[in-house]
């Protein structure tokens, strides 16, 4: 029907993970999403409405800079849990879709938005799935959460603590660390006083019919010193193929991160006393390998793709279009990914610690 693309892929990497092992499925537009986890330890108690408070903080419709769709994310477990227990089978878990509304997408079912995926997917595929944005959507992020919250209670027994929050957004730093004010604010800012900025600018952005980026950070306490496999398995490596994985990030740095280009040896070094690594420029993890420091990293969230100002594009025939985004998007994603982040963290985690166990029994 289309003069390109000239052949058709197919559509692999869905799942991640080696032992705790995840495969997602589902489009934003469609029946539903969800997740299948495998890997999973038995008898260890797992309640719905655990993995449910994840989920209500990716959920959109939180503030009036996300998108107002109004998903209820409410989660379905179909397998793998018997009598509160985990049975050590595989766990399916399904989130409905019940706020669709592909008409919206109507007006530009012929036409490629610009930032979002629907160029490079096609080219692909071959095939133009119009209904919002398929497995490109944020919306599949949510079966990653409901998976990283079961990953989370494991960690959480084995002394892991993982957090992330907005470091950065609307060009607005945080100055203050402040860990309770991070669920009180619509950014999920560390800094209650810096969010407020944050929400001022992305407002005025939004009334402007644009929308802004930001930087979100990491910080992972009581991982074991050992995770991580040499040489293709690093353990930052495959933090930054999970982050990287996440629609929108564009850039992830550990520790000190690019500014050790301007450091001397000396100062970036993390030094030791008998008790304790000096400082923490590595990020907690050097030679692939965690040390047993706090592990640090921050991401690079991109400005939202899908905005209501007009832009220029072309249509499927090739001819230039004009086209405007008119629909429910988040004016800054970064307080939705927060969760998916630290979803993301606890999965790799847990993965290894599972292939740490395996190699040592
Ligand atoms: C939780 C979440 C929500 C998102 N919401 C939107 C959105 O409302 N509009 C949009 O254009 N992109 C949104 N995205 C980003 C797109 O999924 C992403 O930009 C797209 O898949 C292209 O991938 P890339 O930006 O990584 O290249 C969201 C991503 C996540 C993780």
Redesign the pocket.
């Known amino acids: 029907m289309y003069s390109w693309p000239s052949r058709s892929g197919i559509m692999a990497g869905n799942s991640f993970g080696e032992i705790f092992k995840i495969t997602t499925f589902g489009e934003s537009h469609g029946g539903a999403v969800g997740v299948v986890l495998d890997g999973m330890t038995p008898g260890i108690p797992i309640s719905k409405e655990e993995i449910q408070v994840q989920l209500d903080r990716?959920k959109?419709g939180q503030s009036f800079i996300t998108?107002p769709r109004a998903e209820p994310d409410k989660i379905h477990l179909m397998s793998g849990i018997f009598e509160g227990k985990s049975t050590g089978t595989p766990i399916l878990m399904i989130l409905y879709n019940k706020d669709f509304e592909p008409g919206a997408y109507e007006n530009i079912k012929e036409m490629f938005?610009p930032?979002?995926?629907d160029y490079s997917y096609f080219k692909k595929y071959g095939v133009r799935d119009w209904r919002g944005?398929g497995r490109?959507?944020?919306?599949?992020?949510?079966a990653r959460v409901a998976a990283g919250a079961v990953a989370r209670k494991l960690l959480e027994a084995r002394g892991v603590k993982v957090i992330a929050y907005t470091k950065r957004a609307g060009g607005i730093e945080c100055q203050t660390f402040d860990p309770e004010a991070i669920e009180k604010n619509p950014l999920r800012a560390c800094d209650p006083v810096a969010a407020e900025k944050m929400l001022e600018v992305i407002s005025k952005v939004k009334d402007e019919e644009d929308?802004m980026g930001g930087i979100i950070e990491c910080r992972i306490t009581g991982v074991a010193p050992g995770l991580g496999e040499p040489v293709f398995d690093k353990l930052d490596a495959e933090i930054a193929h999970a982050i990287?994985s996440?629609?929108?990030?564009?850039g992830i740095e550990f520790g000190a991160g690019f500014a050790a280009a301007d450091m001397r040896g000396s100062e970036h070094n993390d030094q030791m006393d008998s008790q304790n690594f000096l400082s923490n420029n590595a990020g907690g993890i050097i030679g692939g390998i965690s040390t047993g420091n706090e592990i640090v990293f921050r991401v690079v969230v991109?400005p939202?793709?899908?905005?209501s100002r007009v832009q220029m594009t072309r249509d499927m025939g090739g001819v230039t279009k004009e086209i405007r985004?008119i629909?429910?998007?988040?004016a800054c994603?970064c307080p939705?990914?927060v969760p998916?982040i630290e979803a993301m963290a606890c999965l790799v985690l847990e993965d290894h610690y599972k292939r740490q166990a395996a190699m040592l029994a």
């Open positions: 990716r959109p998108t938005r930032g979002h995926a944005s490109a959507s944020g919306r599949e992020t949510s929308s990287l996440v629609g929108s990030t564009k991109k939202t793709s899908s905005i985004t629909g429910r998007h988040d994603i939705r990914i998916v």
